[in-house]
């Protein structure tokens, strides 16, 4: 084969060879590379926790990528990619938060009058008011000094009933406001009047309120008295101190000036210092006996600080001691410390009392007791020895009177076998209640309706008064007259 025949097949040979690496190459797919990522999600989650927390997670995911490359030199190739993806996550909570509050910072408090009741009060003889479940006694020598210096022998003196509004809980509690009362003096409530005894001392007005076991009041002060009633503004002052006799009967004897108190329920129960106790069963000697006899069905006992003072309640009965109340024995002992009892009793062969051509009819006695004695030796006086009264309230209607009964024995049971009649008391009337503030001696009263009801009853026993459901105080102009009451009750 010559030159020219060797070449022209070397020729079809890579002609051959050439094509078909061409379409080798022409139909040969490219290369891919296939990277596989997990991609995390953000993720928003509200929750209601106290407060609001913003907290970024950071994501990190590394993905290993397979890379696959044949060259024609029939070289494998492999390559790991690492890919780093960073992703936020974002967790946000949002407080909901419900607070029973009393006190919105922005709005001015008021106490608005709802009811009033007032009666005009002679110093020398006291007088008691009454308005819902409020009961006020103004003991005989209370005095009113003015913002001017004047003081006032004769004054219209109200209680009157609020609706707070706005006006929150006591400072550092959550205490929920119930009502408010005052008093007013001439239609004025103002810290500048000032109930005074004769010398000008502060002397205490005394309240009582049958209110729940949990209820307690603050003073309200600061405020200004609009010429509609309403009291714009103020703030608590301070807590006031409430004796609980029992029964529901709270009594306050602090109080020496016409202003506002507001009535806030503490949740707490008041605890009642009374003890009670069981009389003993009389004998079969006394109940056959044909002599008058006291027999004691009810005793509420407390003790008594003299500087401090106390009440209890028995049945429909309330005694009231003040503070500053001593006890005179007998041997002329003063004591300080004392049990004081009030002892509520059955009447046995009490006859009706026949009183200028009326009769009176008993229905049942009390007395007081010190230490257990029922005795006219005993005295209750001040720190000087000078007698003092203890006030007793008789949930009774006003025409009903006693008289102090004397010359009985005291029997071990408790019972007093004997005695009689000795003077009628005076009692201040009030429209479902009496009131004593004269008795001074540990001795039975008994108390007797008269034959034929409220007919019978003087006018010389009744106090002027109005009540009103609104905020304007009445004025009632009444001329009254009482006896002088016994030395000692």
Same mark, same amino acid.
């Not at 609980?244 to 707490?268: D, E």
């Not at 002892?343 to 009392?353: C, E, R, S, T």
């Not at 006086?381 to 008289?403: E, K, Q």
């Not at 039975?444 to 309706?449: E, G, Q, S, T």
């Given at each position: 084969?010559?030159?020219?025949?060797?070449?022209?097949?070397?020729?079809? !040979?890579?002609?051959?060879?050439?094509?078909?690496?061409?379409?080798?190459?022409?139909?040969?797919?490219?290369?891919?590379?296939? !990277?596989?990522?997990?991609?995390?999600?953000?993720?928003?989650?509200?929750?209601?926790?106290?407060?609001?927390?913003?907290?970024?997670?950071?994501?990190?995911?590394?993905?290993?990528?397979?890379?696959?490359?044949?060259? %024609?030199?029939?070289?494998?190739? %492999?390559?790991?990619?690492?890919?780093?993806?960073?992703?936020?996550?974002?967790?946000?909570?949002?407080? @909901?938060?419900?607070?029973?509050?009393?006190?919105?910072?922005?709005?001015?408090?008021?106490?608005?009058?709802?009811?009033?009741?007032?009666?005009?009060?002679?110093?020398?003889?006291?007088?008691?008011?009454?308005?819902?479940?409020?009961?006020?006694?103004?003991?005989?020598?209370?005095?009113?000094?003015?913002?001017?210096?004047?003081?006032?022998? %004769?004054?219209?003196?109200?209680?009157?009933?609020?609706?707070?509004?706005?006006?929150?809980?006591?400072?550092?509690?959550?205490?929920?406001?119930?009502?408010?009362?005052?008093?007013?003096?001439?239609?004025?409530?103002?810290?500048?009047?000032?109930?005074?005894?004769?010398?000008?001392?502060?002397?205490? /007005?005394?309240?009582?309120?049958? /209110?729940?076991?949990?209820?307690?009041?603050?003073?309200?002060?600061?405020?200004?008295?609009?010429?509609?009633?309403?009291?714009?503004?103020?703030?608590?002052?301070?807590?006031?101190?409430?004796?609980?006799?029992?029964?529901?009967?709270?009594?306050?004897?602090?109080?020496?000036?016409?202003?506002?108190?507001?009535?806030?329920?503490?949740?707490?129960?008041?605890?009642?210092?009374?003890?009670?106790?069981?009389?003993?069963?009389?004998?079969?000697?006394?109940?056959?006996?044909?002599?008058?006899?006291?027999?004691?069905?009810?005793?509420?006992?407390?003790?008594?600080?003299?500087?401090?003072?106390?009440?209890?309640?028995?049945?429909?009965?309330?005694?009231?001691?003040?503070? +500053?109340?001593?006890?005179?024995?007998?041997?002329?002992?003063?004591?300080?410390?004392?049990?004081?009892?009030? !002892?509520?009793?059955? @009447?046995?062969?009490?006859?009706?009392?026949?009183?200028?051509?009326?009769?009176? *009819?008993?229905?049942?006695?009390?007395?007081?007791?010190?230490?257990?004695?029922?005795?006219?030796?005993?005295?209750?006086?001040?720190?000087?020895?000078?007698?003092?009264?203890?006030?007793?309230?008789?949930?009774?209607?006003?025409?009903?009177?006693?008289?102090?009964?004397?010359?009985?024995?005291?029997?071990?049971?408790?019972?007093?076998? +004997?005695?009689?009649?000795?003077?009628?008391?005076?009692?201040?009337?009030?429209?479902?209640?009496?009131?004593? !503030?004269?008795?001074?001696?540990?001795?039975?009263?008994?108390?007797?309706?008269?034959?034929?009801?409220?007919?019978?009853?003087?006018?010389?026993?009744?106090?002027?008064?109005?009540?009103?459901? %609104?905020?304007?105080?009445?004025?009632?102009?009444?001329?009254?007259?009482?006896?002088?009451?016994?030395? *000692? +009750?």
């Amino acid at each position: 084969m010559d030159v020219r025949s060797v070449g022209l097949v070397v020729a079809v !040979v890579l002609a051959v060879v050439g094509f078909g690496l061409a379409g080798y190459f022409a139909v040969k797919p490219p290369m891919r590379v296939t !990277v596989t990522t997990t991609m995390p999600t953000t993720v928003t989650t509200t929750t209601t926790i106290p407060t609001t927390t913003t907290v970024t997670t950071t994501a990190t995911t590394t993905a290993t990528i397979p890379t696959t490359v044949t060259t %024609t030199e029939t070289t494998t190739t %492999t390559a790991t990619t690492t890919a780093t993806v960073t992703a936020a996550v974002t967790t946000t909570t949002t407080m @909901v938060s419900t607070t029973t509050a009393y006190q919105p910072a922005t709005m001015t408090p008021e106490l608005i009058p709802v009811a009033s009741s007032s009666v005009i009060v002679d110093a020398a003889k006291g007088a008691t008011l009454r308005l819902g479940n409020i009961i006020v006694i103004i003991r005989p020598g209370t005095y009113v000094m003015a913002p001017s210096g004047q003081m006032l022998s %004769t004054y219209n003196f109200s209680i009157i009933d609020y609706e707070p509004v706005w006006v929150g809980s006591p400072p550092m509690t959550n205490e929920e406001p119930v009502f408010a009362f005052a008093y007013a003096v001439n239609g004025h409530v103002s810290p500048g009047y000032t109930f005074v005894n004769q010398e000008g001392k502060p002397y205490a /007005v005394v309240t009582v309120v049958r /209110v729940p076991g949990t209820w307690t009041t603050w003073t309200w002060l600061g405020f200004m008295q609009e010429p509609n009633g309403t009291l714009v503004g103020g703030k608590y002052a301070f807590i006031d101190s409430w004796d609980y006799a029992g029964s529901g009967l709270f009594v306050n004897y602090q109080f020496v000036k016409p202003v506002p108190w507001i009535f806030v329920n503490t949740g707490m129960p008041a605890m009642s210092p009374v003890t009670y106790t069981e009389p003993t069963t009389p004998s079969s000697s006394e109940v056959t006996t044909m002599e008058p006899e006291l027999i004691p069905v009810g005793i509420g006992t407390i003790t008594v600080n003299a500087t401090k003072g106390g009440a209890v309640a028995v049945g429909n009965l309330l005694a009231i001691i003040l503070p +500053g109340t001593y006890v005179k024995t007998p041997s002329g002992q003063i004591l300080s410390t004392y049990n004081f009892s009030l !002892v509520y009793q059955a @009447v046995m062969n009490i006859p009706p009392l026949n009183e200028s051509g009326i009769y009176y *009819w008993p229905v049942f006695s009390y007395a007081f007791a010190v230490n257990n004695q029922i005795s006219v030796g005993y005295t209750f006086v001040n720190a000087s020895g000078s007698p003092v009264p203890v006030l007793t309230v008789a949930f009774l209607p006003p025409w009903f009177t006693s008289w102090t009964w004397l010359g009985y024995s005291q029997l071990p049971d408790g019972a007093l076998l +004997g005695g009689k009649y000795t003077f009628p008391n005076s009692w201040i009337p009030g429209d479902d209640y009496i009131v004593n !503030v004269v008795f001074i001696k540990p001795v039975p009263w008994v108390f007797l309706a008269v034959e034929h009801g409220y007919v019978n009853m003087t006018d010389s026993m009744m106090q002027p008064s109005t009540t009103t459901t %609104t905020s304007t105080t009445t004025s009632t102009t009444t001329t009254t007259t009482t006896s002088a009451p016994p030395v *000692w +009750g």
